[in-house]
């Protein structure tokens, strides 16, 4: 892969808001699902990448629960991508030792694509490489509600740690990072509660336009930002 390894400190979890396939496909005189096609490529080689240089998880926004609303045919392609990539290319990343994970509501997919999901998660949950959080039909304000309902169901303390645990993320750390292309800057409902201290970086890259350079940039930053958590 073409990239200068950088030697900055390593973010633990980088998750990413991939934005801009719909424009990139646009600026092409393409149909918005080849911009979907190509931003899952450049998924693919980002996820990689990332795990080859020490992060230990990668959480993408793949499906938000508002994506439901777009016209049906970007949906269904956008399905079709999932059923595809889970089926094939997550598989490699399975022999890789990298656990998959589904984050949302996973009942809107069709019942095969739902097998699928179930059926990576099920065969990565041994991996010890490094983790692949995939959120689709993730919305962050659903998520909280859902942990509220679970935690007070379970008669336990409620607490931020007892809270944190029902969380999709339960048991895994907050990011560390977390990057948005496509030169929006705003969380649109992604990690809300898990991303109280993540240092965010915005990018007018569109995603699938996203380079390993890129990332380097965005670690060498990060290595260089003060994080005080609120102290002094
Ligand atoms: C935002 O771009 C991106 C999405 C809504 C979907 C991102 C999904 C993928 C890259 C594929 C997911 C597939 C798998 C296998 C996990 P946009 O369409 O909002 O772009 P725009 O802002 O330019 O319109």
């Given amino acids: 892969m073409k990239s200068n390894k950088v030697s900055a400190k390593i973010p633990f979890h980088i998750a990413i808001i991939m934005d801009g396939n719909g424009r990139w496909a646009e600026k092409r005189s393409l149909l918005r699902k080849f911009g979907h096609r190509a931003g899952v490529r450049t998924l693919i080689k980002t996820v990689k990448y990332a795990f080859s240089l020490g992060v230990g998880i990668v959480t993408v926004y793949a499906f938000s629960t508002e994506n439901r609303l777009r016209p049906k045919d970007e949906v269904d392609s956008l399905i079709d991508l999932i059923r595809k ?115 965010l970086f915005f990018s007018d890259t569109l995603w699938p336009d996203f380079s390993m350079k890129e990332l380097d940039s965005i670690i060498s930053q990060y290595g260089e930002r003060d994080r005080r958590y609120g102290k002094v």
Avoid at 145 to 153: F, T
Wanted: aromatic share 12%; charged share 30%; hydrophobic share 35%.
């Fill in 85 to 199: 990539n889970f089926a094939t290319t997550f598989g490699d990343l399975v022999k890789r030792g990298i656990r998959v994970r589904v984050l949302g509501e996973r009942s809107f997919f069709p019942p095969d694509v739902v097998e699928i999901m179930d059926k990576v998660e099920e065969e990565s949950k041994e991996g010890k490489t490094g983790i692949f959080n995939v959120a689709l039909n993730y919305g962050g304000r659903a998520e909280i509600v859902r942990a509220a309902e679970k935690l007070s169901q379970s008669g336990k303390e409620f607490n931020e740690e007892n809270f944190s645990r029902f969380l999709y993320t339960s048991d895994q750390p907050d990011p560390d990072i977390i990057i948005r292309t496509g030169g929006e800057k705003r969380l649109s409902n992604f990690l809300l509660y898990q991303s109280a201290y993540s240092e």
